[in-house]
């Protein structure tokens, strides 16, 4: 697989996950009010091939809701996305994961912004009862126009992860890793219904307890097309790949979701 190796991090006025893109207006996010709340709330239904080991793959099928909510102060940006997403495979016990993360976006309508952001997640699919990270960096707008507009960014993040040892005798496996975190975003309007929007991240950092260097890369689309002023289909794919996975699984998984989403 070909490694991204571009300019950084989180997103959200796009974001990690990892995972991830406000699914959001570019236009709304530039507007000059303040003291405005906006948001959204999606549901879809999904088929993706998390399995919980590397010598199997299973497909899965599932509902997943998310919630978009950003409020607008004069000079900054206060974001809020929260994931939960419930699976089942025939015969397979039912799995969830979902993620929590706030970010501020500091004197968001210049050209060079800046972010700090905090995230808490877990993969019940992936044996990953807890991962936390906090971090911030810089995002910079490369081009603005009326139907399109790129970003790139560069950070750290302090993260630590819990996962649950598949291969021994079940047992929790701490890691605490300092990481860059890169991204690069667009979004463009094609049209007066439809929207795409992409972000391409990197994410590595060195794993002194193992001694070596762990690199994570991802890549989100999203496609939207309005129905009316509140009510837009979307249809996202997301695709992961780590290079040297803690515990003994897939080094990638994918996700395709089509659902319903509300604005507000």
Do not use: C
């Not at 399995?51 to 998310?66: D, P, Q, Y």
């Not at 500091?106 to 906090?134: V, W």
């Not at 079940?170 to 992409?198: D, F, P, R």
């Not at 762990?214 to 992961?240: A, C, G, H, Y």
């Amino acid at each position: 697989m070909k490694k991204y190796v571009l300019v950084i991090i989180i997103v959200h006025i796009t974001f990690i996950s990892i995972a991830q893109i406000l699914k959001i207006d570019k236009d709304k996010l530039l507007l000059d009010s303040s003291r405005m709340l906006i948001g959204n709330v999606a549901m879809n239904f999904d088929v993706h091939n998390k399995s919980a080991t590397s010598e199997k793959e299973i497909r899965f099928v599932g509902l997943k809701g998310t919630t978009d909510l950003v409020y607008l102060s004069h000079k900054h940006a206060y974001i809020s996305i929260s994931n939960i997403h419930y699976s089942k495979s025939t015969g397979g016990p039912l799995s969830s994961n979902g993620y929590s993360h706030f970010r501020i976006n500091f004197l968001r309508t210049r050209k060079l912004s800046y972010e700090t952001f905090t995230q808490a997640q877990y993969d019940n699919g992936r044996n990953m009862p807890f991962r936390f990270l906090i971090g911030g960096g810089v995002r910079l707008r490369l081009y603005e126009s009326d139907k399109i507009s790129l970003h790139t960014g560069i950070g750290m993040l302090h993260e630590t992860e819990h996962w649950r040892d598949i291969s021994g005798d079940n047992s929790i496996i701490e890691k605490q890793i300092i990481k860059t975190s890169n991204y690069l975003g667009m979004n463009t309007q094609l049209n007066s219904y439809v929207q795409l929007a992409m972000a391409l991240y990197y994410q590595g950092g060195f794993d002194k307890e193992s001694d070596l260097f762990r690199s994570r890369m991802s890549t989100d689309l999203l496609f939207k097309v309005k129905v009316t002023n509140k009510i837009s289909f979307i249809t996202s794919f997301s695709i992961q790949y780590e290079d040297k996975p803690i515990i003994p699984i897939n080094n990638y998984v994918y996700s395709l979701n089509n659902g319903i989403i509300w604005d507000f």
